[in-house]
């Protein structure tokens, strides 16, 4: 696979990463340990480099997940963790009534560290993200322990998830920040109106989670299968009955193309993503080595300008049925 750069060259990963979410975490039960090992090795066997986790998967569980998957590979790879919720109060969109706590103090972003290099077997994080912003502790501050801790050698690179511009400027001029992790896909379009030029301006990569949708752009979900008690799908706005029947115009949509293109709806996504800009990098997330070669095959497919115009102009014109997240989530993003 070839590799693309994020942060003025400074950090080199596959053109695709993997979300690791999933084998334990937000999608059902945890999956089977043995055969998540299994899939991450054969994720790096096929090129992958880029892997992503986060303190609060599980809790914990992801990050020893990966940790231990790939230690004998670590020489190999870029494993990047997230740090800024309290994880005393359990990420649990069942629960949270007004979303689980955030905590960035400097302080806690130390511990925090200290148990993500533990869970993941490393002395070094390659690539720390602030999971999201907390309005309680200015960012100059998270930044500046971030530097501190990069001083330290315990980390490599300085990383934000869902912020707003402001907070990505202000950020990079205490620490340079490497890589912006927003969601971005074919029905979640929105940080390419001011997020996206601004990490042109500034030099930021930029990492997009689900950009399949969540599964949905895959054209293999319906409303059933997101209704486990487990899957936190069925309480975000978007997977309702509903809206899920009206977003299938979008799905409709990447399976015309798809059809032209010999490949699949899921392929088309990522590779419409990827010729958005040489520094981006997607993250999708599975638990199957189907899915996962599917989805590293669209690292091949060329999309030409003919072939973009034709699905932004069909995509603008479909209107998306639903919020990314409950209220609650919602307004711990763009801050």
């Given at each position: 696979m070839n590799t693309r750069t994020l942060g003025n060259g400074k950090l080199e990963v596959s053109t695709l990463g993997l979300g690791c979410m999933g084998m334990s975490f937000g999608y059902g039960p945890p999956k089977d340990k043995r055969e998540m090992v299994e899939l991450l090795h054969a994720a790096v066997d096929r090129g992958v480099t880029f892997f992503d986790t986060a303190e609060v998967y599980g809790p914990f569980t992801n990050e020893e997940l990966v940790g231990e998957a790939l230690a004998p590979l670590k020489d190999r790879v870029v494993i990047a963790t997230k740090f800024g919720f309290d994880i005393g109060q359990r990420f649990d969109t069942r629960t949270a009534a007004s979303g689980p706590s955030l905590d960035s103090r400097p302080e806690h972003i130390v511990e925090a560290v200290e148990g993500s290099l533990k869970r993941l077997g490393v002395d070094t994080i390659d690539l720390l993200y602030q999971h999201r912003v907390d309005e309680n502790v200015p960012i100059e501050d998270v930044a500046g322990t971030v530097k501190e801790l990069?001083?330290?050698?315990?980390?490599?690179?300085?990383?934000?998830?869902?912020?707003?511009?402001?907070?990505?400027?202000?950020?990079?001029?205490?620490?340079?920040?490497?890589?912006?992790?927003?969601?971005?896909?074919?029905?979640?379009?929105?940080?390419?109106?001011?997020?996206?030029?601004?990490?042109?301006?500034?030099?930021?990569?930029?990492?997009?989670?689900?950009?399949?949708?969540?599964?949905?752009?895959?054209?293999?979900?319906?409303?059933?299968?997101?209704?486990?008690?487990?899957?936190?799908?069925?309480r975000l706005p978007r997977f309702q009955p509903e809206a899920m029947k009206a977003n299938r115009a979008l799905v409709d949509l990447l399976g015309r193309i798809a059809e032209r293109k010999d490949a699949t709806p899921a392929q088309i996504a990522l590779a419409w993503i990827l010729a958005q800009k040489p520094w981006i990098v997607p993250i999708p997330g599975t638990t199957k080595l189907h899915r996962l070669e599917e989805n590293l095959g669209a690292a091949s497919i060329e999309l030409t300008p003919d072939d973009l115009a034709e699905i932004d102009s069909a995509a603008s014109k479909i209107t998306v049925q639903g919020e990314r997240y409950p209220e609650h989530l919602e307004r711990m993003t763009g801050r």
């Open positions: 990069i001083g330290q050698g315990k980390v490599k690179h300085f990383g934000l998830s869902e912020p707003g511009v402001e907070t990505i400027r202000r950020a990079h001029a205490v620490q340079p920040v490497t890589a912006v992790q927003n969601e971005f896909s074919l029905w979640t379009r929105g940080p390419a109106a001011d997020v996206l030029p601004a990490l042109e301006e500034l030099g930021i990569g930029f990492v997009p989670y689900s950009p399949l949708g969540r599964g949905f752009l895959t054209g293999k979900l319906d409303a059933t299968a997101v209704q486990g008690e487990n899957d936190f799908r069925s």
